[in-house]
């Protein structure tokens, strides 16, 4: 049964846009949304990934095979305007280094790299059936010279140092011994893999976090995620201050009288992110104010006291699909990259391309 149309480009969105503000205002710890919370290693992920033409079709058929030519990534790359062409199996290993620290259980590098390759995959055959213009002929858009989504050999050596060749071995090790493997629904079309640094507790539902169903990507339990660094992180803001970052969300925005009546409703969904909240009269979503003050994630709490608006956020991302972090404590419990992906994933197959 075909699914509906999910606005992936969300999912590609979110899991890019929100935490490269979180980084310029000092959430993000490290490069890596998942790593980000690592005192070890210092990974580049989410933080610096820009919103971009990447767009997809939550329910748009994508078939599994390619021909020869298919086997490589063409990467507009934004800073220069240029395209690069980059052999599946080394975007991989470039693009696993980019999501996870080789510190991670080999079990949660496979399940990672399983599912970045669905993402891109699909990606690419979307741009193959339907071109994006603004692409050129590329399969999805970075700024490469950041290393978003993508870090070069080059790239590697200097982030590694001295790190690199056992860094490397694993990167490697754990990507070879998947590859090509990809997440597939029953009629073999490849699905919306999304997936995110640290979740609330419980991953999201589809539904509640980009507005469409889709039926591999329901909320499950992801209890280890708690124990992830900087699980809870917390910001607190001068009226004064949420006065302005509010304003730049909207100018109909009205905070008169005391601050504490600022906020008069909040929506959540059942897994804890902020779905609506009502703030000087206007309601805005659980994004926008992600966005606005530079959160982890959408599953936060306000508070008024002290003169100050305080922020508890749980979690880090937009909370669907896989949870990197809820990955590597699966791992460490013993469980295995299959089992892995089909806890976050639902109704799936894993099938050889």
């Known amino acids: 049964m075909r699914k509906r149309i999910i606005p992936a480009f969300l999912c590609f969105f979110l899991m890019a846009v929100l935490p490269l503000i979180s980084a310029k205002n000092g959430i993000a710890l490290s490069e890596n949304e998942a790593a980000a919370t690592l005192s070890t290693e210092s990974s580049s992920a989410e933080k610096t990934k820009p919103e971009n033409n990447n767009k997809t079709s939550g329910n748009k058929e994508v078939s599994v095979t390619d021909d020869g030519d298919d086997r490589k990534f063409r990467i507009f790359n934004t800073s220069d305007g240029k395209i690069i062409t980059v052999d599946d199996r080394e975007f991989c290993y470039g693009a696993l280094a980019y999501e996870m620290p080789p510190t991670f259980e080999e079990e949660a590098l496979k399940a990672q790299v399983v599912a970045l390759y669905t993402h891109f995959c699909r990606l690419r055959n979307i741009q193959k059936e339907n071109p994006d213009k603004d692409l050129k002929g ?10 978003q989504f993508y870090l070069s050999d080059e790239q590697l050596r200097s982030k590694w140092g ?20 990809v997440l597939t629904d029953e009629k073999g079309e490849l699905i919306d893999a999304c997936y995110h640094a640290i979740s609330a507790g419980t991953t999201e539902n589809a539904k509640d976090i980009f507005g469409s169903d889709d039926e591999h ?41 005391k601050p504490e009546s ?27 104010i992600r966005q606005a003050f530079g959160l982890r994630s959408a599953a936060f709490e306000i508070e008024y ?23 590597q404590g699966m791992a460490e419990q013993g469980s295995g990259y299959e089992e892995i992906l089909k806890h976050y994933y639902q109704n799936i197959k894993i099938k050889d391309t």
Not at 138 to 147: H, K, N, V
């Open 138 to 147: 590329a399969d999805f858009s970075a700024d490469l010279s950041e290393g």
């Open 162 to 181: 001295e790190l690199y060749y056992e860094s490397m071995k694993k990167i490697r090790s754990a990507v070879d011994s998947v590859f090509g493997k």
């Open 217 to 257: 990507l329901i909320a499950v339990p992801s209890p280890t995620d708690i124990n992830a660094p900087d699980y809870i992180t917390k910001l607190s803001f001068s009226a004064d201050e949420f006065k302005e970052k509010m304003s730049s969300l909207s100018k109909d925005v009205k905070l008169t009288g």
């Open 262 to 288: 600022y906020i008069s409703e909040t929506k959540r969904t059942p897994s804890g992110s902020v779905t609506g909240i009502t703030i000087g009269g206007t309601e805005f979503t659980g994004s926008d």
């Open 305 to 327: 006291s002290d003169k100050k608006f305080s922020f508890t956020v749980r979690g880090y991302g937009h909370g669907v699909g896989l949870s990197q972090w809820g990955a």
